[in-house]
């Protein structure tokens, strides 16, 4: 592996391990309030954050990446909790989902992130470009959680 895909996946690593520390005193409960001004909870943002990974790939490599197909219809662009069933993973089932995520896409796809596919709308067209941009994408989730957070003080 490049020295540069080592970069990335250490930068996913720990940027995700950052995001697990944030939600490390988050109850369940907490995790369901929707305070004034939010469209969704701290919940949704975890598993949107999962889900938009996999989309992101699967955009690119046009191979299912394995997520759920229900994750789809809890945490899509555009959904909200209003979509969540009794099947909804739970922040602690999410917070597994996300800490086992970085190492099962290196695992996956670390040997393939130069393959070159047709380009997305957004001009991508390596999975090593997908994960930049969705750890910006994790980057603006993580502010919302941190926001979400302070309007619960």
């Not at 907490?30 to 949107?48: D, M, Q």
């Not at 954050?49 to 997520?67: F, H, N, S």
């Not at 009794?86 to 393959?115: F, M």
Request: net charge negative; charged share 25%.
């Amino acid at each position: 592996m490049k020295r540069r895909h080592e970069v990335l996946f250490t930068q996913l690593e720990s940027y995700r391990s950052y995001v697990l520390g944030v939600l490390e005193n988050v109850s369940e409960e907490e995790a369901e309030v929707i305070p004034k001004g939010f469209n969704n909870n701290i919940r949704w943002n975890l598993g949107h954050i999962y889900l938009d990974q996999y989309l992101w790939i699967q955009a690119v490599t046009k191979e299912k990446a394995g997520v759920p197909e229900q994750f789809q219809t809890w945490f899509g662009y555009g959904t909200s909790p209003a979509n969540f069933t009794p099947d909804t993973p739970t922040i602690h089932e999410l917070k597994n989902l996300l800490k086992e995520q970085p190492a099962q896409i290196k695992t996956q796809y670390g040997e393939r992130l130069e393959e070159d596919f047709p380009p997305t709308e957004m001009g991508m067209h390596t999975i090593e470009q997908v994960l930049i941009r969705t750890i910006f994408h994790e980057g603006m989730h993580l502010q919302t959680i941190l926001d979400l957070k302070k309007c619960m003080k």
